[in-house]
């Protein structure tokens, strides 16, 4: 059984900062791939951010120089730290787990395992 949970989004304002946590359950993050999607109402889910198991991370580009991905292998979690928000980076923000071995894709039909989200509004 596999289980993500995303945590530490909020209410933020424009410019502010905020660290999201994906801490796992019967996964080993440390040895995996590991995304950050997002979803904004009446929009598709997004592939932001993702760590391959050699370290080489992914940013789609209306992130990219504003987020970092990174994990701690002693706590089994991925963080995704966002600085600079902005109005328009405002969903719900999921993390998600492709099958062992696999390579980060933004492809959500690629990810068996996700979490259940944690919301981010950025607003003034």
């Known amino acids: 059984q596999v289980d993500l949970v995303e945590s530490g989004g909020g209410l933020v304002q424009p410019g502010g900062s905020l660290r999201l946590s994906c801490a796992a359950s019967?996964?080993?993050?440390?040895?995996?791939?590991i995304a950050w999607f997002r979803q904004a109402p009446g929009k598709e889910r997004e592939g932001i951010a993702c760590?391959?198991?050699?370290?080489?991370?992914y940013y789609a580009g209306a992130v990219q120089g504003r987020f970092t991905i990174s994990r701690d292998y002693a706590k089994n979690t991925v963080y995704l730290q966002m600085n600079m928000l902005k109005p328009e980076d405002t969903a719900v923000y999921l993390c998600?787990?492709?099958?062992?071995?696999?390579?980060?894709?933004?492809?959500?039909?690629?990810?068996?395992?996700w979490g259940q989200g944690t919301q981010v509004t950025v607003s003034s």
């Open positions: 998600a787990a492709p099958y062992p071995g696999e390579i980060c894709s933004p492809t959500v039909a690629r990810y068996p395992y």
């Open positions: 019967g996964f080993n993050l440390g040895s995996n791939t």
């Open positions: 760590i391959n198991r050699d370290h080489s991370t």
